[in-house]
């Protein structure tokens, strides 16, 4: 059967904080323009020895690392300022939370992670207030696949 390419639209994907202990309620972070790339790399350990086989550099597998997840939106609404708010008292709290990107297919990423920086862009005369951010991923995210 030959291979049949289904693309994947990002308009519709979201990101979303999952509630912990105190909080009622998921929150979805609203008027996202962008939200980066999730992944895991492994590092590497140089192994080379003075009498490595043809003087050729030898390495193991090291750590896994996730990265970080970079956010940029805009504030449009009222509700984009509490944004701004949630996001800097998550930094203060200082704590890794439960966190899901889902796209429209129906497939998502899981992964725990804390608010590394959160700021709002430069004012001009000709655009949006816009913010930005960047969450440092703890662990292995976990990817589930849309279901046919």
Do not use: H
């Amino acid at each position: 059967m030959p291979f049949t390419a289904k693309s994947v639209k990002a308009m519709g994907t979201s990101l979303t904080k999952k509630m912990n202990g105190t909080e009622t309620t998921d929150w979805v972070v609203g008027s996202l323009t962008s939200i980066g790339e999730i992944g895991i790399e492994i590092s590497e350990e140089d192994i080379t020895t003075l009498d490595s086989p043809d003087q050729a550099k030898e390495y193991l597998p090291g750590d896994i690392d996730a990265g970080e997840l970079s956010i940029t939106g805009i504030i449009k609404k009222a509700d984009d300022e509490q944004t701004v708010v949630k996001m800097t008292t998550l930094i203060k709290n200082s704590a890794v939370e439960e966190w899901t990107v889902k796209f429209p297919s129906g497939a998502k990423w899981d992964f725990k992670a804390f608010v590394k920086s959160f700021k709002t862009d430069e004012a001009s005369t000709d655009g949006m207030v816009g913010f930005s951010g960047t969450l440092r991923i703890s662990g292995l995210p976990v990817y589930t696949p849309s279901t046919p």
